[in-house]
């Protein structure tokens, strides 16, 4: 049986997401069913792309309706991870209303190039099971232009001219701003904690 | 491959290998060139990109060949965060923009190869062939603005004159990009030693130093730079 089910939300770049469950020794398995959805026992939605794009797929494949009703551990990464809150700046997009703020645009600040590209450190706020192991400070790799906001979903912040979410969590809904595909030995270590989670 | 003030062209090795070893040692991320592709017009074997994201955890870009939505795709496809696109983009300028909009901009690199002529930067095309490599007659400064506004979202600036000699990155035109740059500036082209690093990142402000011969020679190594850099407080990963 299938580990891990990835979202086929049409973005390219799904296989350094694949490589990494791999190289964990997880089974994973694109796709767009629903049920097949509902039975997995993991649910990762990726993302990279444009917001509006991205929930105009999820509402054309039935799965803007049903993302929000799965019950097992689902972790959203970078897009995916802003597509689990209620809507977006960018397109003035509405998303899938899990976590209840607005996705911003990094406003233009001198010395802090938009997209937000490269290692930056997240900060834990609580004992999150998703960063058990992790070193405070932990270098991570981040390529976004919008971010979330600070609030009671954070798990964790990182500073760029300003905090913003890094790491947030509401009951079985999980979501990393960053690529923990591309983060290394701290992003293998959340991949793992995400797989371990009850 | 890597280049000499690209004029001797050199296969470094097997790339599998170099790519795990410099993952290991440190490296934030790699950028592969087929600096050939463009001139001979050639398409890529793009296999070992797949070959190569299976082992990598840390980000990547490949450059080259890339000259439609379906190249880009394709590289992305196997496992590359970015792609880099120069001599199409300024072939066809409106190449960045469909980039943009198809993958978003934190994929699209562009690459520009510029030198010093008189008191303008000039952007330089088919440099990976001395006999094809030219000036565009583009101003460095107006086709940075140009891009940036078509969607780049990341912008690698090899300053030909320094490239390859390891006389240190070329800071006075990298301070005159950085200042109309809004988008992440990597510094490419001159690195030879850990100062050399240290300077461009203090002095030019910007968001990475990529270096190729310096790191395939073993003259610097990387865990030795970042400690180094970490020590003059440049906010880098250890």
């Keep these: 049986m299938t580990d891990v089910a990835i979202i086929a939300n049409g973005g390219a770049n799904i296989a350094s997401l694949r490589f990494a469950l791999d190289r964990l020794g997880v089974s994973s398995r694109l796709t767009a069913d629903a049920d097949e959805l509902r039975r997995a026992p993991r649910v990762i939605l990726p993302g990279v792309g444009a917001a509006a794009d991205a929930m105009e797929r999820l509402h054309a494949l039935g799965l803007a309706a049903v993302i929000p009703t799965l019950t097992q551990p689902v972790l959203g990464i970078c897009l995916g991870m802003q597509l689990l809150f209620e809507g977006s700046e960018e397109g003035d997009t509405e998303c899938l209303g899990i976590l209840p703020a607005r996705v911003t645009r990094f406003p233009d600040r001198q010395g802090f190039p938009v997209p937000h590209m490269g290692w930056n450190q997240v900060v834990s706020r609580t004992d999150s099971p998703l960063t058990r192991g992790l070193a405070d400070d932990t270098y991570v790799y981040f390529v976004h232009s919008y971010a979330a906001p600070v609030g009671p979903w954070t798990e964790a912040v990182t500073d760029y001219g300003g905090e913003f979410s890094a790491i947030v969590r509401h009951a079985n809904f999980h979501g990393a701003q960053f690529h923990p595909e591309r983060s290394s030995r701290a992003g293998q270590r959340l991949l793992a904690n995400f797989l371990a989670l009850a | ?238």
């Design chain 2, 1 to 238: 491959m890597k280049g000499v003030r690209f004029r001797d062209h050199k296969v470094v090795g097997d790339i599998l290998e170099l790519a795990a070893r410099y993952c290991a040692e440190g490296a934030d991320e790699l950028v592969f060139y087929d600096i050939t592709a463009s001139p001979e017009n050639r398409s890529v074997d793009r296999s070992w990109i797949t070959r190569v994201a299976r082992v990598l955890d840390i980000p990547f870009c490949v450059a080259g060949g890339i000259r439609t939505v379906a190249d880009a795709e394709d590289v992305l496809n196997s496992g590359a965060e970015k792609i880099s696109v120069n001599s199409p983009a300024l072939a066809d300028p409106d190449l960045v923009n469909a980039l943009a909009r198809r993958f978003g901009s934190q994929c699209v690199v562009v690459g520009i190869d510029s030198q010093t002529v008189g008191d303008e930067f000039e952007v330089y095309q088919f440099t990976g062939d001395p006999d094809r490599s030219r000036s565009t007659r583009r101003r460095t400064l107006d086709w940075v603005r140009e891009v940036q506004d078509r969607g780049a979202g990341e912008i690698v600036l090899n300053c030909m004159a320094s490239d390859g000699v390891r006389q240190g990155y070329d800071l006075r035109q990298l301070q005159a990009v950085r200042s109309i740059c809004r988008v992440p500036l990597i510094a490419s082209g001159g690195a030879g030693t850990m100062e050399h690093f240290a300077a461009v990142f203090a002095e030019a402000g910007v968001d990475g130093a990529l270096a190729a011969s310096v790191f395939h020679s073993g003259a610097i190594a990387i865990p030795d730079l970042k400690t180094c850099l970490r020590a003059r407080r440049v906010e880098i990963r250890p």
